[in-house]
């Protein structure tokens, strides 16, 4: 079968080799060049990815049977309705159900309205002078989220980003002076997770977990990014996830869709929650309509075994078979190498040598985001996500660390984050939660029971991570 895949980026790099493991033939409608894209496809169409009627042009010329949108602007542009409506079976919800990404106010009402649970609190002034009042009345410290899609860097958290309510109070003005819309969240203690889910009309068909990494510099220190790398666990939990709090977060994305369609809005694609683990248990932050940049790299490289242009199929038309959602009991971890100064001012136009053939030896995969093929081996960086080393093993630290040492085959000048996915990192999140949910409990060891059998010896100096 031949598929369209909307979208230039990693996340559609690694689609496309999912379905390219599946024996579909796949085409890409994308306004970049991607060289992973490039040598996967069949047919490329240079276009604006959120021109839903010249996608469709390409769609059916093209003889696709099915098609699947990567990023968010094309599905609240509507291009999932044009391709519907060229009879294409499309994975993505429509512009009206996309609002629940698109617009943060849309999904806060609508879950609100419905009674969907682990809502956190929030508000949603309307002028600026509702913005002064909500200031100096709502509880601190607080968060200040733009309605609209912003690319994962436009929300701002009190003492990370304003330091007090005045501050945070002349962004969300700024907002709306702009002719946006604004909310006002609390700000809750906890480690974030994303929960991804197939959804169609049948049902709710969730994905392993991953913790996404949004901060650009270690430590979780500087801007907000679309997301520097991410991991996810062996048994499909993480680290710092029991499987009660993976069936709660699971529970607010079920009630989720039940809300889409009691409200009408028929939603065929990958609901994506992303929750804050906090003491009283999950807690929604928001929800995304696609596959996660970086998470989708993680669980679509644990699907291999499967079919799955069978299961996007599935989706697309509205009946999955949950037989193939097998997704392998592997850890995964991915690192983007960015251009410097990614998360500020990025450096674009540098060009990084990578030795591809040397690091899949090794059992690493290479995706491809923001670059453009500079000759043999060698991309040139665009400004933003550039390339993602995707490692698998059976304990995260593991693949961690098979990552790190696929970067000797890479040449040139890059930002990464070493930190994602290494012990000490992985210990800090686990003893975070451990402190928030029993603040006077004397530490015990870190629970065997998702232990891998192959485990590292636990010693008083390094933490006994045999979860991960
Ligand atoms: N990882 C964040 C996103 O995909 O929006």
Redesign the pocket.
Known sequence: MRWLVVGGGAREHAIALALGRAEAEVVVASANANPGLDRLAVAHARVDPNDGAKVAQFARAQGVGGAVIGPEAPLAAGVADALRAARIPTVGPGRAAAQIESSKRFCRDLLQRRGVSGQPRWAAPSTVEEVDRLAASFPQPFVVKPSGLTA?KGVWVQGADFADAKEGAIYAKSILVQGGSVLFEEKLEGEEFSLMAFVTDSGVYPMPLVQ?FKRALEGDRGGNT??MGSYSQRDHLLPFVSPEDRDAALKVVEESAAALRADGLEFRGVLYGGFLLTAEGPRLLEF?ARF????GLNVLTLYEEGDFSDLLLGVANGTVDPTLLQFRRRATVVKYLVPPGYGGRAQAGGLLTIDEQAIENDGVHVLYGSVEAAGAGQVRLGTSRAVALVGEASAIHEASARVEAALAHVAGAYDVRHDIGTREDLAKRWEHLRRLRAPNAKPGPIPLSVAPPAAPPSSAAAPDLRLS
């Open positions: 994962g996404d679309g997301g995304n996660g940049d970086p998470e």
